[in-house]
């Protein structure tokens, strides 16, 4: 995370230093994908709780499974422990694939606003070189 931040704030710096009104334009595609970023982020916490509290009460059986099994092998319980195991595991799986959706979501409208933010920079870039306010095509590219 902390890479992430300072990636895109010095990447700013610079680009706000090279061509200001340009990199201005360019910022305007930050907060779609801040309300993106935390739309998917509402939705998949309360999943991912529930995900987590189920790998927790699946954890917890097989470590009272473990610590009593000479209970279990003398009841012959072993099958029903592990039936219930892989209960706990498959209702993880079935609200995990809940997530997918979510996060294709996200990856497709990031992705698509980070190319729709750079065609809007050649675009803009390319009309600002035809009126000369950009002297070289270096200052777009930057």
């Known amino acids: 995370m902390i ?5 895109f704030v010095s990447a700013f710096v610079v680009a706000l230093a090279v061509q200001w ?15 993106v970023t935390g739309g998917a982020i509402a939705v998949d916490v309360p ?8 790998y927790s009460q699946a954890s917890n059986l097989a470590q009272e ?8 092998h003398a009841f012959d ?3 029903k422990m592990v039936k219930k195991y892989d209960e706990y595991l498959e209702e993880a799986h079935k609200v995990g694939n809940n997530k997918s959706p979510v996060f294709g979501a996200l ?6 606003c980070v190319f729709a933010g750079i065609a ?11 009126s ?5 095509a270096g200052g777009v590219f930057t």
Do not use: H, Y
């Open 65 to 72: 499974t473990i610590s009593s099994i000479r209970t279990v």
């Open 107 to 112: 990856f497709c409208v990031q992705n698509f």
């Open 3 to 7: 890479q992430g931040i300072s990636t």
């Open 21 to 35: 009104k340009l990199s201005l334009i360019t910022l305007t595609i930050v907060p779609a994908i801040v309300v």
């Open 77 to 79: 319980a072993r099958e």
């Open 120 to 130: 809007l920079c050649f675009w803009q870039g390319f009309r600002m070189f035809q």
């Open 132 to 136: 000369g306010e950009i002297a070289d």
């Open 47 to 54: 999943l991912e709780a529930k995900v987590v509290r189920l």
